[in-house]
């Protein structure tokens, strides 16, 4: 009888899988796990204040939880998964440099200003 592997497959749908794979982190490795949820759960809060997610409230415990689950199907909210993995960044491996994390400081509220437009629109039956 051959042995069974348990190395955890990436899944891309898993936010803790993908957030770790921007991070770098093979899925494999749990040691920076409960931080990397720590920062995950705090960009969720945001988004959830911006009005993105479940009325109430979303959070992740591990690698079950699923991009479905929080954003539902709509397209348009695509870009959440960039902004999660780039504020958990921020969060659990800041940039170094004075100006790269003015750029990321930048970026990340441009995100935050179009998923609340994405948002918005979607509350009043937009596009």
């Known amino acids: ?3 069974v592997n348990d190395t955890p497959v990436f899944n891309p749908e898993s936010i803790l899988d993908s957030v770790k794979k921007d991070l770098g982190i093979a899925v494999e490795y749990t040691h920076f796990d409960p931080d990397v949820i720590l920062g995950i759960n705090s960009a969720i809060s945001v988004l959830n204040q911006l009005g ?3 009325r109430e409230g979303f959070k992740i415990h591990d690698r079950d939880e699923t991009w479905t689950e929080f954003l539902g199907d709509d397209p348009r909210l695509e870009m959440v998964k960039e902004y999660v993995a780039k504020k958990t960044k921020q969060f659990f491996d800041p940039p170094q ?3 790269l994390a003015t750029a990321l400081d930048q970026v ?7 998923v609340n437009i ?4 979607n509350l009043n039956g937009g596009i």
């Open 1 to 3: 009888m051959g042995e």
């Open 52 to 54: 993105v997610g479940p």
């Open 108 to 114: 990340l509220k441009e995100m935050e200003w179009r």
């Open 97 to 99: 440099t004075g100006p």
């Open 118 to 121: 994405a948002a918005e629109s």
